[in-house]
């Protein structure tokens, strides 16, 4: 139901755009985020939207470099990273919230999980 792509090799300073699809239910009503992974470490937040698409949130280690949006009419969830750095290389995951369950930093109150896509960013 979430289907993440866009990952990829990139130098440092490059850039990558993410892209979840949705599909089965209705994630108008959900906020959506992105978590990222590296081995020997849990989710860490990194970037979220609410339901409507009027507010986006960061984690201070992305902010002004990453912008996630959605387009509700696609169904699609994006996440713009730019000025990537090695610290960045993880496998990335999008999810779904449904609105109003809980802060949308908190891995454990999302509700659907992508698979995960593999960001490398070299030196």
């Known amino acids: 139901q979430l289907q993440a792509s866009g990952g990829g090799l990139v130098q440092t300073g490059g850039s990558l755009r993410l892209s979840c699809a949705t599909s089965?239910?209705?994630?108008?009503?959900?906020?959506m985020g992105w978590f990222r992974q590296t081995p020997g470490k849990g989710r860490e937040f990194v970037a979220g939207?609410?339901?409507?698409?009027?507010?986006?949130v960061y984690a201070d280690s992305v902010k002004g470099r990453f912008t996630i949006s959605r387009d509700i009419a696609k169904n699609m969830v994006y996440l713009q990273m730019d000025s990537l750095k090695p610290e960045d290389t993880a496998v990335y995951y999008c999810?779904?919230?449904?609105?109003?369950?809980?802060?949308?930093?908190?891995?454990?109150?999302?509700?659907?999980w992508g698979q995960g896509t593999l960001v490398t960013v070299s030196s």
């Open positions: 939207i609410t339901w409507g698409g009027d507010s986006a």
């Open positions: 999810a779904a919230q449904r609105r109003f369950s809980g802060p949308i930093r908190v891995e454990n109150k999302y509700n659907y």
């Open positions: 089965g239910r209705t994630f108008s009503t959900y906020n």
